[in-house]
């Protein structure tokens, strides 16, 4: 246990942090397994769930919660498997 009030204070703020980037991540994830499902079950709202998906992973790379490049590879995949779906070759 820190000492220091600076300390006490930063141990405090890293558990709130630590508790909110845990709640974000999770629905990030939920959001892109979701959108994931509807591709492969071919759903009518497949297109409003990759869109959702998309906004959340953007969202989450601009606010750091993953990288930015991180961020746009997963669109991109996700993209590309919902634009396979739709038009097969």
Excluded: F, W, Y
């Excluded at 890293?14 to 397994?33: E, M, V």
């Excluded at 490049?69 to 590309?80: P, W």
């Amino acid at each position: 246990m820190p000492n220091i009030k600076s300390q006490k204070d930063r141990m405090r703020l890293t558990a709130k942090q630590t508790a909110r980037n845990k709640a974000s991540r999770s629905a990030l994830r939920t959001t892109i397994k979701k959108a994931n499902a509807s591709i492969d079950a071919n759903a009518d709202n497949k297109t409003e769930a990759v869109k959702a998906a998309a906004i959340a992973l953007e969202k989450a790379g601009g606010k750091g919660l993953i990288h930015r490049n991180t961020a746009s590879r997963r669109v991109s995949r996700i993209m590309k498997r919902a634009n396979a779906v739709q038009n097969p070759q």
